[in-house]
C-alpha cells in the first residue's frame, strides 16, 4: 500500500543520489569491510623485527604509525612517524585514506607488539581493496628504544601537515 | 457537519506533521553530508552490520520523502509518512534500546568519533517520537466526511 510506495521512494532515490555522488558510499567494499570473517582478512598480520623496521623506516612508501596515547607520542616515537590518535573526532577517518595514498606498506607500533596488532588489523580491514599492506612492529617502542634506534619527541608533524578539518555535527 | 477551521484538532494535527517532519528532514540532510561515515555509525551498532551500507544509502533520503510528504501529499499519503514515520522511530528505538542493553560501545574505535553518546535519554526521546507519530497516523484516518477519495 502507500507506505510500502513511500519506501520504496526513499530508498530508490536514496541509491539514485548516492550513485550520483563522488562521496558516494561503495558498498561493495564496505561489506567487505563488515564481515570480518572474508578469507582474505584471515592472514596474520606480519611482524617485523627491529633492525628490518630500521632500514624500511627511510623508505618512501612505508609509513610508520604510532598507536599510542598523545602523551606517549610527545614524549618520545620513532622518527618520522604518523601519529594515531584514538581520541580525535571523527575527521582523522578522512585524513587517514589521505596519509595512505602514495603508501605500500604501514608499520604499525605500540608499547607492545600485541597491543599494536589490533590497529593494525582495523587499518588493514579498512583498506582491503587498496591492496595495503600492514605490519606490526616486533617489540613495540620499547624494542626499538632500547636498541638506540632513532626517536623524536614533540607532537606528531605530519598530523599539522594533514588537514583534519572539522568534525561532523550529527 | 463540518468543523470549524481552526480547530484544536486539526492545530495540533498541523503542529505534529510539521514538527515530525522537521525534525525527519534535518536529520536526513544532516546524514546526507557524510554518507560513508554515517554507514560506519550504523555498522557500529553491531546489527547486521553487512546491512549498514544499504541502510546508510537509504535511510536519509526515505527520512526526507517522509518528511515532505507528511507536510504536503493528500490526506491518505500523509497517513501513510505518518505510518512510515512511526516505523521508522519503532526501529530506531529497537537499535538505541538493543546497543544499550548490550553495551555496545557506538563510538569506540581508534578511527571512530565520539560523537553525543547514547543513553536512556535517547529511549525516552525515542519513544516519546514514537507515540507522536502514532497520533499523526491517528489524526490522519480518513473518515466518512472525507468523501473525495
Known amino acids: ?170 | 457537519m463540518r468543523t470549524r477551521i481552526f480547530s484544536f484538532v486539526w492545530v495540533l494535527r498541523l503542529v505534529l506533521r510539521l514538527g515530525l517532519a522537521g525534525l525527519f528532514v534535518v536529520a536526513g540532510v544532516l546524514k546526507l553530508d557524510d554518507p560513508s561515515r554515517f554507514a560506519l555509525e550504523i555498522a557500529n551498532y553491531q546489527l547486521f552490520p553487512v546491512l549498514a551500507p544499504f541502510v546508510a544509502i537509504g535511510m536519509p533520503a526515505t527520512e526526507i520523502v517522509v518528511g515532505l510528504g507528511l507536510v504536503f501529499l493528500p490526506k491518505l499519503w500523509r497517513q501513510a509518512a505518518a505510518t512510515l514515520l512511526a516505523a521508522m522511530m519503532a526501529i530506531f528505538l529497537f537499535a538505541v534500546s538493543s546497543a544499550l542493553v548490550r553495551n555496545v560501545n557506538i563510538d569506540c574505535g581508534c578511527f571512530g568519533g565520539s560523537e553525543s553518546p547514547i543513553g536512556p535519554w535517547t529511549v525516552v526521546r525515542n519513544v516519546v517520537l514514537l507515540a507522536l507519530a502514532l497520533l499523526v497516523v491517528w489524526l490522519e484516518r480518513p473518515r466518512r466526511t472525507d468523501e473525495r477519495r
Do not use: K
Not at chain 1, 563522488?22 to 563488515?34: E, F, G, K, L, S
Not at chain 1, 596474520?44 to 618512501?60: D, H, K, M, Y
Open chain 1, 1 to 170: 500500500m502507500r507506505t510500502f510506495l513511500l519506501a520504496l521512494l526513499g530508498a530508490g532515490s536514496g541509491l539514485i543520489v548516492n550513485t550520483l555522488r563522488p562521496d558516494r558510499v561503495d558498498w561493495t567494499v564496505a561489506i567487505a569491510n563488515a564481515t570480518c570473517n572474508a578469507t582474505q582478512l584471515t592472514v596474520p598480520i606480519e611482524t617485523v623485527p627491529i633492525n628490518r623496521a630500521a632500514a624500511l623506516c627511510a623508505s618512501s612508501g612505508v609509513l610508520i604509525a604510532d598507536a599510542r596515547d598523545a602523551e606517549r607520542f610527545a614524549q618520545g616515537h620513532i622518527a618520522g612517524a604518523v601519529h594515531l590518535p584514538c581520541s580525535t573526532p571523527g575527521a582523522l577517518l578522512d585524513a587517514v585514506p589521505r596519509l595512505l595514498a602514495s603508501v605500500d606498506l604501514v608499520l604499525v607500533y605500540a608499547d607492545t607488539t600485541d597491543a599494536a596488532r589490533p590497529v593494525a588489523e582495523g587499518l588493514r580491514n579498512r583498506n582491503a581493496m587498496a591492496g595495503l599492506r600492514v605490519a606490526v612492529l616486533e617489540g613495540g617502542f620499547e624494542a626499538w628504544a632500547r636498541a638506540g634506534q632513532a626517536c623524536l619527541s614533540g607532537p606528531c608533524p605530519r598530523c599539522q601537515d594533514t588537514d583534519l578539518g572539522t568534525s561532523h555535527a550529527h
